[in-house]
């Protein structure tokens, strides 16, 4: 997992912005300078410096935890300077004893800080001030000398920063804090002191008027500090999708749907080529049909109506009708008819002759007569009709 780290200052993320590519052993893979030249990487800490954030420690009310966050703006109100509505504020260490640690800062700096398109679009990002990678102890606070600012970082997460002293002027606001740390029953038992990388590690001489151990501890790096126990002054993390636990728990079943699909489409193959190969068979005989009995020159157009057209055709050359046709059936019908009595009506639809005898006894008359002739002939007296349905 990598983490990029940048250092922002009280002008934001700009083009002379530095930062650092960890591995995730915590070692600096690349460095540089400039926003847009920042490559990608798993999660994102943002250190600021210290001068860009103001940390009070104030009596707190007694409340639960989400309504004393909701009342943080009017009680840190009184201890600002600017107006309450440009000013973020977050609870960065809970209420000991009745006291409080809080962290102010510009509301439109910190959004101009998340708002930066390398920041967006990372799902993890933490912003934290520099002086929290600084080792804490109760009784010992820590001093950061660097090339242009010296850091007091002392516990519950207090910190005060001041430019550093040029020649034998002396940091006064980080040495009154020192004062009012070491005054009372609770006495300093010692100084750990850091430098940048880029200072000699030698203690500053003014650290000396309190008569207790300074312990140089050596290079301070913002890039490789640890910031794991450091509050936050702002958190994002966003869920990722989990596509590699979705991807191994869908293998098997994605594994079996597709051989299922790839044996349905082989047997779907299979079998559309067995019917082509019949239907391609089916329609080569009834070519040959065609040809045998239209000739080897007939023109094939509608194969079944031409054969109708050509059995009509040879039926009218033998002297022979269609079984379906009227003249047909009237004239088998009439061959023994000539004494049959007269109908009330005949009608010929769809094949079928249909007769209307004025009697029972006429209908028996015209029965006889139909089946004589060697056709199909029902009858039924249906609405006082006397019927009888003749067919080929």
């Known amino acids: 997992m990598t983490e990029l780290r940048l250092y922002a200052d009280r002008a934001g993320l700009h083009d002379g912005t530095p930062w650092a590519l960890l591995n995730g052993n915590g070692q600096v893979q690349v460095d540089g300078h400039g926003i847009s030249s920042v490559p990608k990487a798993d999660s994102i800490l943002i250190v600021v410096s210290d001068d860009c954030i103001s940390v009070i420690s104030l009596p707190l009310p007694d409340l639960p935890l989400k309504r004393l966050k909701q009342a943080l703006p009017t ?33 439109d700096w910190m959004a101009s800080l998340l708002l930066a398109p390398t920041i967006a679009r990372c799902p993890v990002v933490r912003v934290v001030a520099e002086s929290w990678g600084l080792p804490r102890l109760e009784s010992e606070p820590s001093i950061y000398v660097g090339a242009d600012h010296i850091v007091l970082a002392m516990h519950e997460w207090m910190a005060f920063t001041e430019p550093t002293p040029s020649g034998t002027a002396k940091p006064e606001a980080i040495l009154f804090a020192l004062r009012q740390a070491s005054s009372g029953d609770k006495r300093l038992t010692g100084i750990a ?117 050509r059995l009509a055709s040879e039926r009218i050359s033998a002297g022979r009708a269609e079984p379906a046709d009227l003249l047909v059936l009237m004239s088998r019908i009439a061959e023994n008819a000539s004494s049959a009595p007269a109908l009330d009506e005949m009608r ?7 007769l209307q005898a004025k009697t029972r006894e006429d209908l028996a008359v015209w029965l006889d007569l139909a089946r004589s002739a060697d056709l199909a002939a029902t009858a039924e007296t249906r609405d006082g009709k006397n019927l009888i349905r003749v067919l080929p």
């Open 75 to 107: 009680i840190i109100e009184d201890h600002l300077l600017t107006a309450i509505e440009a000013t973020e504020t977050t609870l960065i260490a809970p209420p000991s004893n009745g006291v409080g640690t809080l962290a102010a800062f510009s509301r």
């Open 348 to 354: 010929f639809e769809s094949g079928v002759l249909s």
């Open 193 to 309: 002191c850091f430098f940048a990388p880029e200072m000699v590690g030698q203690p500053p001489i003014w650290l000396s008027e309190f008569g207790i151990a300074v312990d140089a501890r050596g290079i301070f790096d913002w890039r490789t500090a640890s910031f794991n126990a450091a509050p936050n002054l702002h958190v994002r993390q966003r869920k990722a999708f989990p596509f590699a636990a979705l991807k191994q728990s869908i293998r098997p079943v994605a594994a079996v749907v597709g051989a299922l699909i790839a044996f349905e489409i082989f047997a779907t193959a299979v079998a559309f080529g067995r019917l082509s190969f019949e239907n391609a068979d089916l329609k080569s005989r009834q070519v040959a049909m065609f040809r045998a009995v239209m000739g080897p020159d007939a023109t094939l157009v509608d194969g079944e109506r031409q054969l109708i057209h």
